[in-house]
C-alpha cells in the first residue's frame, strides 16, 4: 500500500485484518501503511466503523454483495464520490472481501462510533451500558455511541481492564487481534500488542476464543489467566502467576519470597529501565514487600534500603547496584 494524493486502498487487505484472517506480515504491512498517512488512518478508521457498526446484525449474501459492487463498477453515475478515487481489488476477493463491500455499499448501516485513544497517560472510558474501561498508556479503543438491545462489542488495541454492568440479554464482546472475549458480567484484563492476547480474569467468567472461529472457547474463571496465541490460534489456559500484572492500574507492586533475580527483570519491563547488580551473589536476596510507588527511583530505594545496598543512576534509565550483600 502507498500514500499518493487519491490515496490506495487494498481493500481484500482491510478485510482480512477486520476479520481475523490475515497473517503477523499481512498486519504488519497494513499498519505500516496507517502509519504512512493520516488520510490512510482516516480511511481505515471509516471502514472500521461501518464494520463494527453491522456486527453482527448485518447477514451478508454473498451474490447480493457482488451485484452491488458490479453494479456500482459498472454505472458511473450511481458511485458515491468516495469510491471514484479507489479500486476495489475484485478478482481476489474473499468471502471477507464481500462483507466489507456489502457494509460499503448498505446505506442502512448508520450507527455512530466512537474512538479513544491514550499516549502516555491511562484513561478510564464509561460506555453506554455503564460499563467502565480503563485504559492503559498507549491503547485504543472503538465502541459505539450506544449498544443495541441484544449485543454489546468493542474493539481493542493495547491494554485495559473492564468492568463490565452485568446484562444476561445482552453478552459483551471485546474483539482483540483476532481473539474474541465474550462475557455477560466480569472484571478482567485484556492485553494485546504482542504475538499473544492476554486475558486475566480478576471476577466472574470470562469466554475467550479465535474470532469467527468453529473451535470451543476456553471458560476462565477468578485468578485464572488465558493466551491467545496469533500465529497458531490456539487458547491456552494457566493460574495467574504474576502478582504486578495489573500494577499499571493499581500502582501497587508485591513481591512474596523472590530473589532479586526475579524481581529486576520485572522491573526493567514495567518502567522501561536497565537494572544491573555489581556482584553476581545479590541477585539471591531474597524480597518480600509492597510497595505503592509510582517511579522507578523510590522502588528501588525501598529495595535497596530493604538490604542495606547502594542505588546508583549510572546514566539516564541505568541503575546499579551494589553492596556487600543481603543484610
Known sequence: MKDNPEITVNYEQVAKYLSAESSPAESQALETWLAESPANQAEFDRLLALWMAAQPRVK???????????????????RPSWFRRYRLPLAAASLALLALAALLFNPGVEQKMLATKTGDQTRVVTLSDGTTVTLNKNSELLYPEAFAADQRQVTLKGEAFFAVHRDEKAPFTILAEGAEVTVLGT????????????????????????????????????????????????????????????????????FRDESLNQVIPELEALFAVKISLEKPELGNCLLTGTYEEREIESVLTGITQTFNLQLTETDENLYLISGEGCH
Do not use: C
Request: net charge negative; glycine share 6%.
Open 60 to 78: 451478508v449474501n454473498t451474490a447480493a454483495a457482488w451485484q452491488k459492487v458490479n453494479a456500482r463498477t459498472r454505472v458511473q453515475a450511481t
Open 187 to 254: 472484571e478482567f484484563n485484556v492485553k494485546t500488542g504482542t504475538e499473544q492476547v492476554e486475558v486475566l480474569v480478576e471476577s466472574g467468567k470470562v469466554s475467550l476464543a479465535a474470532h469467527e472461529e468453529k473451535a470451543q472457547p476456553v471458560i476462565l474463571e477468578a485468578g485464572e489467566k488465558g493466551q491467545f496465541d496469533r500465529k497458531t490460534r490456539a487458547v491456552v489456559e494457566s493460574e495467574t502467576d504474576n502478582l504486578n500484572a495489573l500494577y499499571w492500574r493499581t500502582g501497587r507492586l508485591e
